[in-house]
C-alpha cells in the first residue's frame, strides 16, 4: 500500500506526510491512548482511526503542533468511543429487561446500535431546551402539559420543541 501524498510545508522546512508523521508519531499516540483508554486494543484501534481521519481531513498539522494535532483527533474519537459504549450498554440493559426474551442477531444488534448513534448525533446537535424536552416526554412520560410546567413555556411550544426533535430524529435516520 503506497503512502498518502498529503503534504505540508512552511517556510524553512521541508514537507511533511502522513506517512512521515506516522512514522514519528504512531508510538507515542498509541501509548497515550492507552494510557487514557487503559486497553491497548481499543488504544490501537483509536490511532489507526485517527491516521484515517487525517487522511479524510485533506489536512497536515502546522509544523512542530503535529502530536497536538493528532491528540485532538484522538480525543475526538474516544468520546465517540465512549458515547458509542453507553449506547450500547443501554440497549443491552433495555434489551434484557423485555419480557418476552427474543434476543437480535449480532448484526441487527449492530444496527440498531448504529441508528441509536445517529439519534444520539442529532439530538446532541439540537439546542438545549429542545433537547431537554424531548427526553423530558420520551424517558420520564411527561405529558406535554407537565413538560410546560416544569420548563415554564407554553403547551405549544413543547408541541414546537417536540416536532423539531422529531423532525432531527427522522432526518438522521433516512
Not at 514519528?24 to 486494543?41: F, I, K, T, V
Not at 434489551?95 to 444488534?109: G, K, Q
Request: net charge positive; proline share 4%; aromatic share 8%.
Amino acid at each position: 500500500m503506497s503512502s498518502p501524498e498529503i503534504s505540508s510545508s512552511s517556510p524553512g522546512s521541508s514537507a511533511t506526510t502522513v506517512a512521515d508523521l506516522y512514522v514519528r508519531h504512531h508510538g507515542w499516540l498509541q501509548g497515550w491512548l492507552q494510557g487514557r483508554l487503559g486497553n491497548r486494543q481499543d488504544a490501537a484501534d483509536l490511532a489507526q482511526d485517527t491516521y484515517v481521519r487525517l487522511i479524510g481531513s485533506g489536512r497536515l498539522p502546522p509544523a512542530g503542533q503535529s502530536r497536538a494535532f493528532l491528540t485532538q483527533i484522538a480525543k475526538g474519537l474516544a468520546i465517540d468511543l465512549f458515547r458509542r459504549r453507553q449506547i450500547e450498554a443501554a440497549y443491552l440493559e433495555a434489551l434484557a429487561c423485555r419480557v418476552d426474551a427474543h434476543a437480535p442477531s449480532p448484526e441487527y444488534r449492530a444496527l440498531i446500535i448504529e441508528a441509536l448513534m445517529q439519534v444520539d448525533r442529532a439530538l446532541d446537535s439540537l439546542p438545549g431546551r429542545v433537547r431537554e424536552v424531548f427526553l423530558l416526554s420520551q424517558f420520564d412520560g411527561l405529558t406535554y402539559s407537565a413538560i410546560a410546567a416544569r420548563q415554564g413555556i407554553a403547551v405549544a411550544t413543547v408541541r414546537k420543541y417536540m416536532f423539531q426533535a422529531a423532525q432531527a430524529c427522522c432526518a438522521a435516520l433516512a
